[in-house]
C-alpha cells in the first residue's frame, strides 16, 4: 500500500521508541548507490512495483515505493521474520507508529541520508493481533538520532496471525525533501506532491545527490530506489517476480506512466 498515504490515515504520529543518544561518529560518504534494504532475497516471494497508478480502491492513489512481500503460509504456527538493513551510511530521523488505509498498525522509520535525501521503512505485518504487534515494536532496533552504517540491521519484520486477504511485507521508499519543506508537510500532503519547474530540486550531480537520477517521467518528492540502487541490488531485485496492482507481472520495477493499475511503459510480462 501507498505508505506516506497510511502515515496520513493514522489520528496522530505517535513516537513508538524513545530517542537514543546521538552518535558522535559521522558517517562517511556514501559509495555509489543504494544496497538492497534486506538481508537474504530469499525471505522474499515477490513484490509489487513503483510507480503502479492508480494503488487504492479510490483510484487516486500512485504507489510511491516497492511493497517487498516476506513468505508467509497461513498455515503455519510459527513465527517469522525478514531483517531488513540500512542500503547506505543514514542517520535515524524518525520512527513512527501509524494506522493504515485497511485499519492496520504499522510501524515507520525514516532515515535520513543528507539534507536533501530520506530512505523510509514502513513494516506492515498485516496483523490484528496485539501480541505480534508488540513483537513487531520490539524488532526495531534501531533509535531516532543514531547513526546507522550500510549494511546494519534496522529491524526486523515479524510474520505470525496475517489478517485475510493481506500479505506481510515493508514498503520501502526513497524520497527527496526541499529544505524548505518538513517531513511532516510532506506526509500530510502526498497527494499535493511538490510539482517542479526543476529550480526547487535536488541537483542531478553534486551535492545532495549523490546518485544522478536517471528518466523519472515526472519530477515528484517520491522516487524509484531501483534507478538508485547498486548492480548487486539490481541483481536482487531483478531476481524476484514483479507484479502490478493489476495482477499481471512486469518487465521492471518502475512502472512509470502507469494508468489502470498496470505496468506502464516498462510493460507486463
Same mark, same amino acid.
Given at each position: 500500500m501507498n505508505r506516506m498515504a497510511a502515515v496520513v490515515s493514522a489520528v496522530v504520529l505517535v513516537s513508538v521508541l524513545a530517542s537514543g543518544a546521538a552518535s558522535e561518529a559521522r558517517a562517511e560518504k556514501p559509495t555509489e548507490g543504494l544496497d538492497f534494504p534486506v538481508a537474504d532475497v530469499g525471505d522474499l516471494v515477490h513484490y509489487y512495483c513503483f510507480g503502479l497508478n492508480p494503488w487504492d480502491a479510490q483510484g487516486n492513489e500512485i504507489h510511491d515505493g516497492i511493497d517487498l512481500?516476506?513468505?508467509? %503460509?497461513?498455515?503455519s504456527t510459527s513465527i517469522g521474520r525478514v531483517a531488513f538493513v540500512a542500503p547506505a551510511d543514514a542517520r535515524v530521523e524518525r520512527i513512527v507508529e501509524a494506522v493504515s488505509g485497511d485499519g492496520l498498525n504499522e510501524l515507520i522509520v525514516v532515515l535520513k541520508m543528507n539534507k536533501y535525501w530520506y @530512505?523510509?521503512?514502513?513494516?506492515? !505485518?498485516?496483523?490484528t493481533n496485539t501480541t505480534i504487534f508488540e513483537e513487531m515494536r520490539r524488532s526495531i532496533v534501531v533509535r531516532e538520532k543514531q547513526h546507522v552504517r550500510r549494511g546494519e540491521l534496522i529491524g526486523e519484520l515479524v510474520v505470525a496471525n496475517?489478517? !485475510? #486477504? %493481506?500479505?506481510?511485507?515493508?514498503?520501502f521508499s526513497f524520497l527527496y525533501k526541499h529544505p524548505d519543506d518538513t517531513l =511532516?508537510?510532506?506526509?500530510?500532503?502526498?497527494? =499535493? @506532491? /511538490? /510539482?517542479? #519547474?526543476?529550480? =526547487? $530540486? +535536488?541537483?542531478a550531480t553534486?551535492?545532495? %545527490?549523490?546518485?544522478? !537520477?536517471? #528518466? $523519472?517521467e515526472r519530477?515528484?518528492?517520491?522516487? *524509484?530506489?531501483?534507478?538508485?540502487?547498486?548492480?548487486?541490488?539490481?541483481?536482487?531485485y531483478d531476481s524476484l517476480p514483479r507484479l502490478a +496492482?493489476?495482477?499481471?507481472? *512486469? /518487465? *521492471? @520495477?518502475? +512502472?512509470?506512466? %502507469?494508468?489502470?493499475? #498496470? *505496468?506502464?511503459?516498462?510493460?507486463? @510480462?
Open positions: 512481500v516476506a513468505r508467509y %503460509s497461513p498455515s @530512505i523510509a521503512y514502513t513494516f506492515e !505485518p498485516q496483523t496475517v489478517a !485475510p #486477504d %493481506s500479505y506481510p511485507h515493508v514498503h =511532516d508537510y510532506i506526509f500530510e500532503n502526498f497527494l =499535493d @506532491i /511538490r /510539482r517542479s #519547474d526543476g529550480a =526547487d $530540486l +535536488a541537483p553534486g551535492p545532495g %545527490s549523490p546518485w544522478k !537520477p536517471r #528518466d $523519472l519530477e515528484t518528492t517520491l522516487y *524509484c530506489p531501483y534507478e538508485y540502487s547498486t548492480a548487486e541490488a539490481r541483481a536482487a +496492482a493489476n495482477g499481471y507481472g *512486469c /518487465r *521492471c @520495477i518502475c +512502472a512509470y506512466g %502507469s494508468t489502470g493499475g #498496470d *505496468c506502464g511503459t516498462c510493460g507486463s @510480462i
